[in-house]
């Protein structure tokens, strides 16, 4: 149930992005403490993205969840810009981050709704 996107200037090459969708997997349930198995990751490198008129290396990350707790979004922020910077050297203050809390009864699976 846990969704996480990542929109990147940077290029990684194919091998690089299955490892880091795996860690940010891993790192969203443990993050969420939702379990792994409901984590869905998309990585999507190499995109055109210019931020505050500037080429240099930047990310827009979505995050989608049940339950997304809002009182601990800064907290988030914080994990999730660091963990960014880490794995694709972008600087937090070129991250946007767009958290959203799912309603169970909008969000699907297996063809039924949660």
Known sequence: ???ISIETNQTIDQASNRDLMKKTSAFI??????PESYVMVAIKPGIPLIFAGSDEPAAFVRLKSIGLPKEHCTEFSG??????EQELEI????????????????????????
């Open 29 to 34: 349930a443990e993050l969420l403490g939702k």
């Open 79 to 84: 994990k999730i810009c660091g963990f960014v």
């Open 1 to 3: 149930m846990p969704y």
């Open 91 to 114: 600087s937090p203050n070129r991250i946007f981050i767009d958290f959203k809390d799912l309603e169970r009864k909008m969000f699907g699976w297996n063809g039924k709704t949660f």
